[in-house]
Nanobody, 126 residues
């Protein structure tokens, strides 16, 4: 099992950039695929991005393609979400999650993920 802690959220103006980090405990981080989800008030949790355990494959939700980049540093037990050209509709609590099926290329449902962080707030102003 792993413990996940997100950081890097905050307030940013539309068009700006922000990088989120998710630090994982344990020594099995490199075997997990990692994902980012977000949830805005009154909305369902939305898939944002996924990266396989090796970092070789990434997958993005349609709403963030071309703007967000997921990456990982297995030596640091950390996954990142680089967000650029932020829009007000990106405002949400962003959570990272770990999937024990590390090599699976695509998994957009929350049920595919076994461990979750507490989330970090991202607010994008107009």
């Amino acid at each position: 099992q792993v413990q996940l802690v997100e950081s890097g959220g905050g307030l940013v103006q539309a068009g700006g950039s922000l990088r989120l980090s998710c630090a994982a405990s344990g020594r099995t981080f490199s075997s997990y695929a990692m994902g980012w989800f977000r949830q805005a008030p009154g909305k369902e949790r939305e898939f944002v991005a996924r990266i396989t355990s090796s970092g070789g494959t990434t997958y993005y939700g349609d709403s963030v393609k071309g703007r967000f980049t997921i990456s990982r540093d297995n030596a640091k037990n950390t996954v990142y979400l680089q967000m650029t050209n932020l829009k007000p509709e990106d405002t949400a609590v962003y959570s990272c999650a770990a999937d024990r099926w590390g090599s699976r290329r695509v998994a957009i449902g929350t049920s595919s993920y076994d461990y979750w962080g507490q989330g970090t707030q991202v607010t994008v102003s107009s």
